[in-house]
Protein backbone atom coordinates (compact mmCIF):
# COMPACT_ATOMS: atom_id res chain seq x y z
CA UNK A 1 0.00 0.00 0.00
CA UNK A 2 1.28 3.60 -1.22
CA UNK A 3 2.62 5.71 1.86
CA UNK A 4 -0.14 8.60 3.02
CA UNK A 5 2.01 11.56 4.41
CA UNK A 6 -0.12 14.25 6.29
CA UNK A 7 -1.69 16.68 4.24
CA UNK A 8 -0.91 19.51 7.05
CA UNK A 9 1.38 20.83 10.20
CA UNK A 10 -0.55 20.88 13.10
CA UNK A 11 0.62 21.89 17.00
CA UNK A 12 2.72 18.81 18.78
CA UNK A 13 4.20 17.33 15.51
CA UNK A 14 6.96 15.50 16.56
CA UNK A 15 6.33 15.44 20.46
CA UNK A 16 8.60 12.74 22.19
CA UNK A 17 7.12 10.80 24.21
CA UNK A 18 8.31 8.64 26.98
CA UNK A 19 7.81 4.57 26.67
CA UNK A 20 7.91 2.37 29.71
CA UNK A 21 11.24 1.01 28.64
CA UNK A 22 12.62 4.73 29.84
CA UNK A 23 13.20 5.04 25.31
CA UNK A 24 11.05 8.09 24.03
CA UNK A 25 9.21 7.69 20.45
CA UNK A 26 7.53 10.66 18.75
CA UNK A 27 3.99 10.61 19.77
CA UNK A 28 1.38 9.35 17.41
CA UNK A 29 -1.74 11.17 17.82
CA UNK A 30 -4.94 9.12 17.27
CA UNK A 31 -7.74 10.95 18.66
CA UNK A 32 -8.60 13.69 17.01
CA UNK A 33 -11.95 13.30 17.42
CA UNK A 34 -11.41 14.13 21.20
CA UNK A 35 -9.54 17.50 20.21
CA UNK A 36 -7.93 18.38 16.65
CA UNK A 37 -4.04 19.55 17.07
CA UNK A 38 -4.19 23.14 16.14
CA UNK A 39 -3.44 23.90 12.24
CA UNK A 40 -0.36 26.33 12.03
CA UNK A 41 -2.34 28.81 10.12
CA UNK A 42 -4.95 29.35 12.97
CA UNK A 43 -1.66 29.34 15.51
CA UNK A 44 -0.06 32.14 12.55
CA UNK A 45 -3.40 34.42 13.38
CA UNK A 46 -3.03 33.60 17.48
CA UNK A 47 0.37 35.02 16.89
CA UNK A 48 -1.34 37.66 14.92
CA UNK A 49 -4.28 38.82 17.10
CA UNK A 50 -2.43 38.43 20.63
CA UNK A 51 -0.97 41.56 20.21
CA UNK A 52 -4.20 43.39 20.16
CA UNK A 53 -5.19 41.58 23.24
CA UNK A 54 -7.97 43.84 24.56
CA UNK A 55 -11.93 43.26 25.25
CA UNK A 56 -14.20 44.02 22.65
CA UNK A 57 -17.30 46.31 22.34
CA UNK A 58 -17.45 50.12 23.67
CA UNK A 59 -13.42 50.01 24.35
CA UNK A 60 -12.29 53.51 22.54
CA UNK A 61 -8.87 52.15 22.80
CA UNK A 62 -6.88 51.49 19.03
CA UNK A 63 -6.68 47.79 20.40
CA UNK A 64 -10.33 47.47 21.66
CA UNK A 65 -11.43 48.99 18.24
CA UNK A 66 -9.15 45.95 16.70
CA UNK A 67 -10.36 43.31 19.06
CA UNK A 68 -13.96 44.35 18.29
CA UNK A 69 -13.25 44.48 14.35
CA UNK A 70 -11.47 41.11 14.51
CA UNK A 71 -14.39 39.06 16.71
CA UNK A 72 -17.45 40.65 14.03
CA UNK A 73 -15.56 39.48 11.45
CA UNK A 74 -14.76 36.04 12.93
CA UNK A 75 -18.93 35.84 13.01
CA UNK A 76 -18.67 36.44 9.35
CA UNK A 77 -16.16 34.17 8.59
CA UNK A 78 -17.75 31.58 10.60
CA UNK A 79 -20.81 32.32 8.47
CA UNK A 80 -19.37 32.09 5.24
CA UNK A 81 -18.17 29.18 6.05
CA UNK A 82 -21.13 27.25 6.92
CA UNK A 83 -23.63 28.86 4.37
CA UNK A 84 -25.21 30.49 7.02
CA UNK A 85 -28.84 32.67 5.80
CA UNK A 86 -28.08 36.19 6.07
CA UNK A 87 -30.21 37.34 9.05
CA UNK A 88 -28.88 33.73 11.46
CA UNK A 89 -27.37 34.65 14.45
CA UNK A 90 -23.34 32.96 14.73
CA UNK A 91 -23.66 33.17 18.96
CA UNK A 92 -19.87 32.14 20.16
CA UNK A 93 -20.35 29.84 23.24
CA UNK A 94 -17.43 27.79 25.00
CA UNK A 95 -17.93 24.64 23.16
CA UNK A 96 -20.54 22.52 21.10
CA UNK A 97 -21.69 21.19 24.25
CA UNK A 98 -22.43 24.37 25.30
CA UNK A 99 -23.85 25.55 21.94
CA UNK A 100 -26.70 22.73 22.14
CA UNK A 101 -27.52 23.47 26.02
CA UNK A 102 -28.04 27.35 24.89
CA UNK A 103 -30.39 26.50 21.88
CA UNK A 104 -32.44 23.92 24.40
CA UNK A 105 -33.25 27.13 26.53
CA UNK A 106 -34.06 28.75 23.03
CA UNK A 107 -37.05 26.05 21.49
CA UNK A 108 -40.38 27.27 23.01
CA UNK A 109 -41.09 25.64 26.45
CA UNK A 110 -44.35 24.21 24.16
CA UNK A 111 -42.98 22.35 21.35
CA UNK A 112 -41.32 19.00 21.68
CA UNK A 113 -38.01 18.02 20.54
CA UNK A 114 -36.92 14.49 18.68
CA UNK A 115 -33.13 12.93 19.40
CA UNK A 116 -31.66 9.67 18.55
CA UNK A 117 -30.53 7.21 21.39
CA UNK A 118 -26.82 7.13 19.39
CA UNK A 119 -26.11 10.77 20.26
CA UNK A 120 -22.99 11.85 22.16
CA UNK A 121 -24.08 13.16 25.80
CA UNK A 122 -23.93 16.94 24.85
CA UNK A 123 -26.94 16.34 21.96
CA UNK A 124 -28.86 14.17 24.53
CA UNK A 125 -28.86 15.74 27.87
CA UNK A 126 -29.82 19.42 27.47
CA UNK A 127 -33.32 17.75 25.36
CA UNK A 128 -33.65 14.92 28.20
CA UNK A 129 -33.74 17.51 30.39
CA UNK A 130 -36.62 19.55 28.92
CA UNK A 131 -38.51 16.28 28.50
CA UNK A 132 -37.45 15.26 24.83
CA UNK A 133 -38.48 12.08 23.00
CA UNK A 134 -35.77 10.28 22.36
CA UNK A 135 -36.24 7.37 19.73
CA UNK A 136 -33.74 4.37 19.47
CA UNK A 137 -32.29 3.96 16.31
CA UNK A 138 -33.39 1.06 13.86
CA UNK A 139 -30.18 -1.43 12.36
CA UNK A 140 -30.77 0.81 9.20
CA UNK A 141 -30.78 4.24 8.01
CA UNK A 142 -33.51 3.64 5.76
CA UNK A 143 -35.43 2.45 8.87
CA UNK A 144 -34.20 5.27 11.04
CA UNK A 145 -35.33 7.82 8.49
CA UNK A 146 -38.84 5.92 8.41
CA UNK A 147 -39.17 6.43 12.26
CA UNK A 148 -37.98 10.23 11.98
CA UNK A 149 -41.08 10.81 9.66
CA UNK A 150 -43.39 8.98 11.82
CA UNK A 151 -42.20 11.10 14.80
CA UNK A 152 -42.52 14.53 13.17
CA UNK A 153 -45.47 14.34 11.85
CA UNK A 154 -46.66 15.01 15.98
CA UNK A 155 -47.78 18.58 15.47
CA UNK A 156 -46.63 19.41 18.97
CA UNK A 157 -42.69 18.89 17.61
CA UNK A 158 -41.00 21.51 16.74
CA UNK A 159 -37.58 20.03 16.64
CA UNK A 160 -35.01 16.96 15.33
CA UNK A 161 -31.77 17.49 17.17
CA UNK A 162 -29.29 15.06 15.25
CA UNK A 163 -25.58 14.36 15.04
CA UNK A 164 -23.78 14.74 11.62
CA UNK A 165 -21.86 12.29 12.46
CA UNK A 166 -21.31 9.87 15.11
CA UNK A 167 -18.17 10.37 17.58
CA UNK A 168 -18.20 6.30 18.15
CA UNK A 169 -18.67 5.14 14.55
CA UNK A 170 -17.69 8.11 12.49
CA UNK A 171 -20.79 7.10 10.53
CA UNK A 172 -22.59 10.19 8.99
CA UNK A 173 -26.27 10.57 8.79
CA UNK A 174 -27.94 11.68 5.43
CA UNK A 175 -28.86 15.25 6.47
CA UNK A 176 -30.33 16.54 3.32
CA UNK A 177 -32.48 13.29 3.63
CA UNK A 178 -33.18 14.40 6.87
CA UNK A 179 -33.52 17.95 5.75
CA UNK A 180 -36.69 17.00 3.65
CA UNK A 181 -38.47 15.24 6.34
CA UNK A 182 -37.89 17.91 8.52
CA UNK A 183 -39.33 20.84 5.79
CA UNK A 184 -42.47 18.38 4.86
CA UNK A 185 -43.79 18.89 8.28
CA UNK A 186 -42.35 22.19 9.10
CA UNK A 187 -40.34 20.85 12.09
CA UNK A 188 -36.75 22.59 12.36
CA UNK A 189 -33.35 20.75 12.37
CA UNK A 190 -30.40 21.30 14.54
CA UNK A 191 -26.91 19.38 13.70
CA UNK A 192 -24.53 18.50 16.32
CA UNK A 193 -21.35 19.33 13.73
CA UNK A 194 -18.62 18.52 16.26
CA UNK A 195 -17.22 15.62 14.15
CA UNK A 196 -19.03 16.85 10.74
CA UNK A 197 -17.69 20.44 10.73
CA UNK A 198 -14.01 19.12 10.76
CA UNK A 199 -14.37 16.95 8.19
CA UNK A 200 -17.38 17.72 5.68
CA UNK A 201 -17.87 21.21 4.23
CA UNK A 202 -21.35 21.98 5.62
CA UNK A 203 -24.16 24.37 3.70
CA UNK A 204 -26.80 25.49 5.96
CA UNK A 205 -28.75 27.18 3.92
CA UNK A 206 -28.19 24.61 1.17
CA UNK A 207 -29.05 21.54 2.91
CA UNK A 208 -31.93 23.22 5.10
CA UNK A 209 -30.15 22.99 8.65
CA UNK A 210 -31.65 25.13 10.91
CA UNK A 211 -29.07 25.06 13.77
CA UNK A 212 -25.58 23.78 13.51
CA UNK A 213 -22.92 23.75 17.07
CA UNK A 214 -19.37 22.64 16.86
CA UNK A 215 -16.31 23.24 18.88
CA UNK A 216 -12.91 25.05 17.88
CA UNK A 217 -11.20 22.15 19.73
CA UNK A 218 -12.06 19.50 17.21
CA UNK A 219 -11.92 21.69 14.57
CA UNK A 220 -8.23 22.81 14.50
CA UNK A 221 -8.50 25.19 16.25
CA UNK A 222 -7.49 26.16 20.14
CA UNK A 223 -9.93 25.09 23.12
CA UNK A 224 -12.60 27.24 24.83
CA UNK A 225 -14.31 28.42 22.13
CA UNK A 226 -17.42 27.14 19.89
CA UNK A 227 -20.27 27.83 18.07
CA UNK A 228 -24.07 27.98 17.73
CA UNK A 229 -25.36 28.81 14.38
CA UNK A 230 -28.82 29.66 13.44
CA UNK A 231 -32.82 31.32 13.05
CA UNK A 232 -32.74 34.38 14.71
CA UNK A 233 -36.28 34.30 15.83
CA UNK A 234 -36.54 31.78 18.83
CA UNK A 235 -32.77 33.31 20.36
CA UNK A 236 -34.34 36.23 20.38
CA UNK A 237 -36.84 35.86 21.79
CA UNK A 238 -35.22 33.32 24.65
CA UNK A 239 -34.26 34.10 28.27
CA UNK A 240 -30.63 35.74 27.91
CA UNK A 241 -27.93 32.41 28.22
CA UNK A 242 -25.73 34.49 30.62
CA UNK A 243 -27.28 37.70 32.41
CA UNK A 244 -24.78 40.26 32.68
CA UNK A 245 -22.60 42.79 31.15
CA UNK A 246 -22.74 42.57 27.41
CA UNK A 247 -26.12 41.35 26.76
CA UNK A 248 -28.73 44.14 27.79
CA UNK A 249 -29.36 46.69 26.22
CA UNK A 250 -30.74 49.18 29.45
CA UNK A 251 -31.05 48.05 33.34
CA UNK A 252 -32.95 49.41 36.15
CA UNK A 253 -32.85 48.30 39.80
CA UNK A 254 -35.80 45.98 38.96
CA UNK A 255 -35.47 45.05 35.53
CA UNK A 256 -33.87 44.94 32.32
CA UNK A 257 -34.14 45.19 28.65
CA UNK A 258 -32.08 42.66 26.82
CA UNK A 259 -30.08 43.07 23.78
CA UNK A 260 -31.18 40.92 20.71
CA UNK A 261 -28.55 39.13 18.47
CA UNK A 262 -25.59 37.39 19.30
CA UNK A 263 -24.89 39.76 22.48
CA UNK A 264 -28.09 38.40 24.19
CA UNK A 265 -26.61 35.09 24.41
CA UNK A 266 -22.67 35.99 24.86
CA UNK A 267 -22.90 38.01 28.24
CA UNK A 268 -19.58 38.66 30.05
CA UNK A 269 -16.22 39.38 28.22
CA UNK A 270 -16.00 37.27 25.33
CA UNK A 271 -12.98 35.15 24.26
CA UNK A 272 -12.03 36.88 21.79
CA UNK A 273 -8.82 34.67 20.92
CA UNK A 274 -11.11 31.56 20.74
CA UNK A 275 -13.33 33.06 18.41
CA UNK A 276 -10.38 34.46 15.89
CA UNK A 277 -8.54 31.01 16.13
CA UNK A 278 -11.94 29.35 15.66
CA UNK A 279 -12.88 31.61 12.29
CA UNK A 280 -9.37 31.12 11.17
CA UNK A 281 -9.12 27.87 11.20
CA UNK A 282 -13.19 27.37 9.50
CA UNK A 283 -11.38 29.53 6.45
CA UNK A 284 -8.38 27.14 6.17
CA UNK A 285 -10.49 24.56 5.67
CA UNK A 286 -12.66 25.76 3.56
CA UNK A 287 -9.37 27.10 1.54
CA UNK A 288 -8.12 23.23 1.91
CA UNK A 289 -10.85 21.81 -1.04
CA UNK A 290 -12.99 19.16 0.21
CA UNK A 291 -11.95 16.99 -2.29
CA UNK A 292 -8.53 16.51 -0.89
CA UNK A 293 -9.17 16.40 2.90
CA UNK A 294 -12.09 13.60 1.70
CA UNK A 295 -9.52 11.81 -0.25
CA UNK A 296 -6.49 11.74 2.26
CA UNK A 297 -8.80 10.97 5.40
CA UNK A 298 -11.26 8.16 3.22
CA UNK A 299 -7.96 6.60 2.24
CA UNK A 300 -6.33 7.06 5.92
CA UNK A 301 -9.77 5.03 7.14
CA UNK A 302 -9.96 2.62 4.47
CA UNK A 303 -6.22 1.50 5.77
CA UNK A 304 -6.90 1.16 9.24
CA UNK A 305 -10.17 -0.75 8.85
CA UNK A 306 -8.78 -3.08 6.64
CA UNK A 307 -6.04 -3.34 8.91
CA UNK A 308 -8.04 -3.83 11.87
CA UNK A 309 -10.22 -6.28 10.27
CA UNK A 310 -7.13 -8.06 9.76
CA UNK A 311 -6.15 -8.40 13.65
CA UNK A 312 -7.20 -11.31 15.01
CA UNK A 313 -10.25 -10.68 17.63
CA UNK A 314 -11.17 -7.30 16.47
CA UNK A 315 -14.96 -6.57 15.52
CA UNK A 316 -15.55 -2.58 14.38
CA UNK A 317 -18.60 -1.26 15.98
CA UNK A 318 -21.37 0.02 13.19
CA UNK A 319 -24.69 1.54 14.19
CA UNK A 320 -26.25 0.82 11.03
CA UNK A 321 -25.84 -2.02 8.38
CA UNK A 322 -26.77 0.59 5.44
CA UNK A 323 -24.35 3.40 6.20
CA UNK A 324 -22.18 3.87 3.21
CA UNK A 325 -20.23 7.20 4.76
CA UNK A 326 -18.04 7.67 7.73
CA UNK A 327 -15.75 10.10 8.67
CA UNK A 328 -12.01 9.42 10.39
CA UNK A 329 -13.37 7.61 13.17
CA UNK A 330 -13.31 3.52 14.29
CA UNK A 331 -14.01 1.75 17.41
CA UNK A 332 -13.41 -1.44 17.94
CA UNK A 333 -13.32 -4.19 20.70
CA UNK A 334 -10.35 -6.99 20.74
CA UNK A 335 -11.95 -10.28 22.25
CA UNK A 336 -10.48 -11.21 25.56
CA UNK A 337 -8.85 -7.49 26.04
CA UNK A 338 -10.06 -5.27 28.39
CA UNK A 339 -10.24 -1.96 26.36
CA UNK A 340 -8.96 0.12 29.18
CA UNK A 341 -5.83 -2.44 28.64
CA UNK A 342 -5.09 -1.83 24.76
CA UNK A 343 -5.33 2.00 25.07
CA UNK A 344 -3.23 1.88 28.05
CA UNK A 345 -1.15 -0.64 26.11
CA UNK A 346 -0.38 1.30 23.07
CA UNK A 347 0.63 4.53 25.18
CA UNK A 348 2.83 2.93 27.35
CA UNK A 349 4.69 0.35 24.75
CA UNK A 350 4.15 2.16 21.81
CA UNK A 351 3.48 6.36 22.45
CA UNK A 352 0.01 5.73 21.04
CA UNK A 353 -2.48 7.73 21.84
CA UNK A 354 -6.02 6.34 21.20
CA UNK A 355 -9.19 6.72 23.17
CA UNK A 356 -11.16 4.05 25.04
CA UNK A 357 -14.00 3.77 27.19
CA UNK A 358 -18.10 4.88 26.35
CA UNK A 359 -16.92 8.33 24.66
CA UNK A 360 -20.11 10.09 25.91
CA UNK A 361 -22.38 7.89 24.41
CA UNK A 362 -23.74 5.50 26.95
CA UNK A 363 -27.07 4.44 25.71
CA UNK A 364 -25.14 3.68 22.21
CA UNK A 365 -22.70 1.96 23.84
CA UNK A 366 -24.52 -0.46 25.92
CA UNK A 367 -26.94 -1.31 22.63
CA UNK A 368 -24.29 -2.20 20.60
CA UNK A 369 -23.33 -4.56 23.32
CA UNK A 370 -20.20 -2.58 24.75
CA UNK A 371 -21.40 -1.80 28.42
CA UNK A 372 -17.79 -2.43 29.60
CA UNK A 373 -16.08 0.09 26.84
CA UNK A 374 -14.60 0.02 23.43
CA UNK A 375 -11.44 1.48 21.90
CA UNK A 376 -11.41 4.74 19.59
CA UNK A 377 -9.23 5.46 16.73
CA UNK A 378 -9.19 9.00 14.87
CA UNK A 379 -7.38 10.38 12.49
CA UNK A 380 -7.21 13.81 10.79
CA UNK A 381 -5.21 16.19 8.66
CA UNK A 382 -2.07 15.78 10.80
CA UNK A 383 -2.48 11.77 10.25
CA UNK A 384 0.03 9.59 7.58
CA UNK A 385 -0.32 5.74 6.99
CA UNK A 386 2.86 5.64 9.20
CA UNK A 387 0.13 6.32 11.86
CA UNK A 388 -2.03 3.71 11.06
CA UNK A 389 0.70 1.20 10.72
CA UNK A 390 2.00 1.75 13.86
CA UNK A 391 -0.90 1.23 15.17
CA UNK A 392 -1.69 -2.16 13.77
CA UNK A 393 1.93 -3.21 14.26
CA UNK A 394 1.07 -2.90 18.07
CA UNK A 395 -2.41 -4.32 18.36
CA UNK A 396 -1.01 -7.46 16.38
CA UNK A 397 2.09 -7.31 19.11
CA UNK A 398 -0.49 -7.24 22.04
CA UNK A 399 -2.71 -10.31 20.56
CA UNK A 400 0.32 -12.19 19.87
CA UNK A 401 1.54 -11.48 23.98
CA UNK A 402 -1.83 -11.96 25.16
CA UNK A 403 -3.89 -10.09 27.89
CA UNK A 404 -1.48 -10.51 30.85
CA UNK A 405 0.35 -7.17 29.99
CA UNK A 406 1.30 -5.21 33.06
CA UNK A 407 -0.14 -1.52 33.20
CA UNK A 408 2.94 -1.22 35.76
CA UNK A 409 3.57 2.60 36.89
CA UNK A 410 1.70 3.86 33.58
CA UNK A 411 0.94 7.53 35.37
CA UNK A 412 4.80 7.49 36.35
CA UNK A 413 5.93 8.62 32.43
CA UNK A 414 3.69 11.42 32.85
CA UNK A 415 5.36 14.82 33.33
CA UNK A 416 3.99 17.93 31.58
N1 LIG B 1 -21.00 16.15 20.04
C1 LIG B 1 -20.15 15.25 19.55
C2 LIG B 1 -20.59 14.39 18.40
C3 LIG B 1 -18.88 15.13 20.09
O1 LIG B 1 -18.02 14.25 19.61
C4 LIG B 1 -18.51 15.97 21.17
C5 LIG B 1 -17.15 15.89 21.82
N2 LIG B 1 -16.70 14.62 22.10
C6 LIG B 1 -19.44 16.90 21.63
C7 LIG B 1 -20.67 16.97 21.05
C8 LIG B 1 -19.13 17.83 22.74
O2 LIG B 1 -18.11 18.69 22.38
P1 LIG B 1 -17.46 19.64 23.47
O3 LIG B 1 -16.87 18.72 24.49
O4 LIG B 1 -16.43 20.40 22.73
O5 LIG B 1 -18.54 20.46 24.04
Redesign the pocket.
Known sequence: QPAIPALRTVSGAGLAVPLVNGRTTPYVNLDY??SAPALTEVLDELGRALPYYASVHRGAGYASAASTTAYEQARRTVATATGARADDHVIFTR????ALNLLARAVPADLDVVCLDIE?H??LLPWQQRGATVITARPTIAETLELIATELARPEVGLLAI?GAS?VTGETLPLDRIADLCRRTGTRLAV?G??LVPHRDVDLAGTGIDYLAF?G??TYAPFGA?VLIGRPDWLDAAPPYLAGGGAVRRVRTDDAEWATGPARHEGGTPNVLGAVTLAAACRTLSGLGRLRRDRHERALTERLRAGLLDVPGVSLLRIFEDSTDTVGIVAFTVAGFDAGLVAAYLSAEHGIGVRDGKF?AHPLLNRLGCADGAIRVSVGLGSSSADIDALLAGLRRLVEDGPGWNYGDVDGRIQP
Open positions: AANTTDHANTNDAQSHKGC
